[in-house]
């Protein structure tokens, strides 16, 4: 089997024991030809510097070093663009390597079927519903029901030339692994998924001296009342009834300065893309809770909704 060449991309914030571990299980297990890039998100603790002693000795292909923290879609769209690879793989400096046949079990059934996929790791303890399918030449594989982990998600070519980067719209932390599970989903593609199981280990409950975790989870949470309409299934409606395009750009164009320093720009279209998603949250949030599922699958509703687009996308007041 031949094998596909892969731009890795971690993206980073603290953690250092994290990222020690990860980049060192993926130097000594991985066999398969790959870029690795890393994108540091302003961290504190000691992981530039290292990250800049292994870019010095040639073990990182490329790497950004934020000021701040962009959020993790920004930094790993950064990664994506760094090269121009068969496979993009988003993996998080939470992931250790295990075996030297992770990529086999990965990415195996998908080549070998020759299917339009994203493959994902199948992670012990979390709530993704998974079931066996038959792949073409007869090869079983799981498929994810619902998204994929973004924990070690790859991505082939032709997805992101079909639907573009990862969705920016969801703050440092949110839901772009679910988010582009989704599109992908729509466009056809299947969400195969690997055991994770002697092959790779999450090591995310694992504590260095900075609380982490409860870091991330405080910026994840959502205090609105249940009338709001969060933002993962707003834009879940508007791609699943065509509302909003499957190809996301980026909101927040880098700009690479003399010396590596990386600098962000908003995105021209922002702005108009900002407007519509705020405008067509608070006319969802005008129709009764009760009456809500019922209202928006009906023409009327989406009728309003696409004269919201055009008029934001025009650059029309409300």
Known sequence: MELPKINIGVTTYNRLALTRKCL???????????????????????????LTRLKADGLIDHLFLLSENMGVSCAANLAWTSADTPFFLKLDNDMEILSRDWLAVALGPMLRAGVAALVGPKIPGTSHPFEHTVLPGGETSLLALSSLSGAALFVPR???VELGFFNEDYGLYGHEDADYSHRAKLAGYRLLAFDTEGIMRHLGAYRDGDPYCDFKSALRQ???QLERIKPFPLNAYLFGFGLRELYVTRRLLPRIEAGGAVTFAEAPATPALRAFL?????????????RRQEYTAQPECLARLREIRDRCLAGVGP
């Not at 060192?24 to 510097?49: F, H, I, Q």
């Not at 705020?278 to 009760?290: C, K, N, R, Y």
């Open 278 to 290: 705020e405008q067509s949250a608070t006319f969802i949030e005008s129709v009764p809770l009760d």
């Open 158 to 160: 032709e997805a992101h």
């Open 24 to 50: 060192a299980s993926l130097k000594k297990y991985t066999a398969w030809p790959y870029v690795l890039t890393v994108v540091d998100n302003g961290s504190t603790d000691g992981t530039r510097e290292f």
């Open 222 to 224: 959502d205090q609105d």
